[in-house]
């Protein structure tokens, strides 16, 4: 039965070898400006002890990944106005081809125009920002199912919890403790008991079981627009707009699919450019109109601006329900 027993290195862990990849800069086809490894790379961390991203004290970011063609490792560090990469596993070859998606070589930050004052001081701060594009679907849905309709610390711990004991040990000489992701047949094979251990209830256990029968038409939505793509997922019984949105702006470096039915960002919004803590969806997608085209990108950077409304009220309670 599957996590029966842990994971130990095999051969396909460890085949596939070592691939440096060729330096390229930091510039994007669109800017000038160096690429922000910490702020493009960034939303695909789930969490400071996510066993599949790790960014060590020597400025590199590693990144463990189930590419189509087995788990791979990749090392991403700047080095004299460069990137410097490697990969090793059998998605070496993969992770190479992707790299300049994955660093926003598809993204054109000169498409955003501020309209605020606050986003113009924003984007000015952090003109290295691009929008990753991963080409991987599950990788971020499983754990986006996981963030539903639960405090964040739940979920990252959720998905530490079960990528450690299902999943496989980094290829090449990663750090300590990271892993790939399960595979979507081992993600349906998990037992009832082992999801509650993880602090995961039944609706979104379910729901991942659901997405990791059809994974590979899942996947498929790489190819399409974000709208589409979105649409596909949302067949899912249990994905909505929320979790498809988060999901391809990942995926698909979708710079216009912006997140609805979130319990924050509304408000976020709402206080940033009108002063209104109290908007809702309607409100928000009013007040980021005029980005229509960048509103995932306008969402992100008043996020990162750090401009929030004062909280009046107490944090949501951590749920628990490991020992059922």
């Known amino acids: 039965m ?3 027993f842990p994971h130990k290195p095999t051969r396909t862990t460890v085949r596939g070898g070592h691939l440096p990849l060729p330096s390229t800069s930091l510039t994007s086809p669109t800017s000038d400006t160096p690429v922000d490894l910490g702020l493009t790379l960034g939303p695909l961390r789930r969490g400071p002890a996510d066993p599949t991203f790790r960014a060590t004290r020597d400025g590199a970011v590693w990144r463990v990944t189930l ?16 990137i410097e990469a490697e990969a090793w596993g059998p998605g070496a070859a993969w992770l190479g081809e992707t790299l300049p998606a994955l660093l926003g070589a598809d993204d054109d930050p000169a498409a955003f125009v501020p309209r605020h004052k606050l986003l113009l001081a924003s984007h000015r701060r952090r003109t290295g920002l691009r929008l990753t594009r991963t080409g991987l679907v599950m990788e971020s849905l499983i754990p986006s199912i996981l963030e539903q309709k639960v405090t964040t610390n739940e979920a990252y711990g959720s998905w530490r919890t079960l990528v450690r004991k299902y999943g496989e040990p980094a290829p090449g000489p990663a750090p300590e403790g990271m892993y ?3 595979d979507a047949r081992t993600w349906t094979q998990i ?3 082992e999801w509650h ?9 379910a729901t991942i079981v659901r997405a990791a029968r059809v994974a590979a038409r899942l996947e498929e939505a790489v190819l399409m627009d974000p709208p589409a793509a979105r649409r596909r ?3 899912i019984p249990g994905v909505g707009p929320w979790t498809s949105a988060e999901t391809i702006q990942r995926s698909n470096g979708a710079p ?7 319990l924050h960002l509304p408000g976020i919004v709402g206080w940033a450019l ?5 908007a809702d969806d309607a409100a928000m997608l009013a007040l980021l109109e005029p980005y229509a085209g960048q509103r995932h990108r306008a969402a992100r950077l008043i996020l990162l601006s750090g401009r929030v409304p004062p909280r009046r009220a107490p944090r949501m309670t951590p749920g628990d329900i490991t020992g059922l």
Do not use: F, H, I, Y
């Not at 590419?67 to 460069?82: E, F, H, I, N, W």
């Not at 251990?197 to 256990?205: E, I, P, Q, T």
């Not at 009108?274 to 109290?278: E, K, L, M, S």
């Open 256 to 262: 216009d699919e912006v997140t609805t039915g979130d």
């Open 233 to 235: 997922l949302e067949l």
């Open 274 to 278: 009108a002063g209104d803590r109290t």
């Open 67 to 82: 590419t189509p063609d087995g788990p791979g490792t990749l090392r991403v560090s700047a080095a004299g106005g460069r």
């Open 2 to 4: 599957a996590g029966r």
């Open 180 to 182: 790939a992701m399960p």
């Open 197 to 205: 251990r993880a602090n995961v209830d039944g609706k979104r256990s």
């Open 191 to 193: 037992p009832s008991w």
